[in-house]
């Protein structure tokens, strides 16, 4: 058996803002080939992991050792990564944020070429500057945007997109961007039930080959037996648990979701059942 490849490391993870801590992660590694979600009654501190493992943290006091795709971004780094250093782990990490990092003024499909930016060399690389692409590109993204229902929609401008058209596009441009790690938080928020069915596949899509992994919070719980292989338990700012998609209970999930304020971490002690959607559809808050 290959030997696991961590995407993701982290230890003695400490997340303060003022006196509050918004979250305390000991020990978190996900590997190549893992399919990870992240759950937990609002407020957990899922979107504030998922920032933080993009770099993109805000404005909060981080400690400790975050090391994304062999790179310390957290404070333990002995350097400061440098502009080149963030560029390539950008176009190594795929975003799907709520913030949604689109380019207002760029057409949904221009927002979904830059995606391949990183990709492109010599000459190729310098049209992208005048917005030209090489029409093997071009043809890729029509289809990025086709699968995901936006053909119609490719010359609009993303700020004139609709909150769900946008949540596409920016999966639509994983496909382009071909990244190692794909970071995604609620990335079916805004999406119809269709739509959702659509973007579980694309967003699986983008992290199935060798090498890639996907972490997203998700707030459906019947979207995780499509989204996850492995599901990790949060509230109050800690890890409840962290088990196999498969092992997942009802009870867990119901735990979970009640955990009482100031609640420790603790082990997972939850029977292993496999969860249908149907169990899963029980265990929403
Ligand atoms: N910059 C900040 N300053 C102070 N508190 C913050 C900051 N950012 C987040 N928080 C707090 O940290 C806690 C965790 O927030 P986070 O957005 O990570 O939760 P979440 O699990 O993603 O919640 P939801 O399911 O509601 O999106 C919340 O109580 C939030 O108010």
């Given at each position: 058996m290959q030997a696991p490849v961590p995407l993701v490391q982290v230890q003695a993870l400490a997340v303060t803002a003022g006196?509050?801590?918004?979250?305390?992660?000991?020990?978190?590694?996900?590997?190549?080939?893992?399919?990870?979600?992240?759950?937990?009654?609002?407020?957990?501190?899922?979107?504030?992991?998922?920032?933080?493992?993009?770099?993109?943290?805000?404005?909060?006091?981080?400690?400790?050792?975050?090391r994304v795709l062999a790179r310390e971004i957290g404070p333990a780094a002995t350097a400061p990564l440098t502009r080149a250093q963030w560029r390539t782990l950008r176009s190594e990490v795929g975003l799907v944020m709520q913030g949604l990092h689109l380019v207002p003024r760029l057409s949904a499909r221009e927002n979904v070429l830059i995606g391949a930016l990183a990709r492109?060399?010599?000459?190729?690389?310098?049209?992208?500057?005048?917005?030209?692409?090489?029409?093997?590109?071009?043809?890729?993204?029509?289809?990025?945007?086709?699968v995901l229902g936006l053909q119609d929609l490719a010359h609009v401008r993303a700020e004139r997109l609709s909150g769900g058209e946008r949540q596409k596009v920016s999966l639509a441009r994983l496909r382009l961007q071909r990244p190692r790690l794909v970071l995604a938080d609620e990335p079916t928020s805004a999406l119809d039930p269709s739509a959702t069915q659509q973007a579980c596949a694309a967003l699986c899509a983008a992290a199935a080959g060798p090498g890639q992994a996907l972490v997203t919070v998700v707030h459906d719980l019947q979207l995780l037996p499509a989204l996850a292989t492995r599901v990790l338990g949060l509230a109050q700012g800690r890890l409840q648990w962290d088990l196999p998609a498969a092992a997942v209970s009802e009870a867990a999930l119901q735990a979970l979701y009640t955990t009482p304020a100031g609640a420790a971490a603790g082990p997972a002690t939850h029977s292993p059942v496999h969860p249908t959607p149907h169990t899963l559809a029980h265990a929403q808050p």
């Open positions: 006196p509050r801590t918004l979250l305390q992660v000991p020990a978190l590694q996900i590997n190549a080939g893992e399919r990870v979600a992240i759950v937990g009654p609002n407020g957990a501190g899922k979107s504030t992991l998922l920032r933080v493992l993009a770099g993109l943290a805000g404005p909060v006091h981080v400690a400790g050792q975050v492109l060399q010599g000459r190729a690389a310098l049209l992208s500057w005048a917005r030209v692409f090489p029409k093997a590109l071009q043809a890729e993204a029509d289809t990025a945007l086709a």
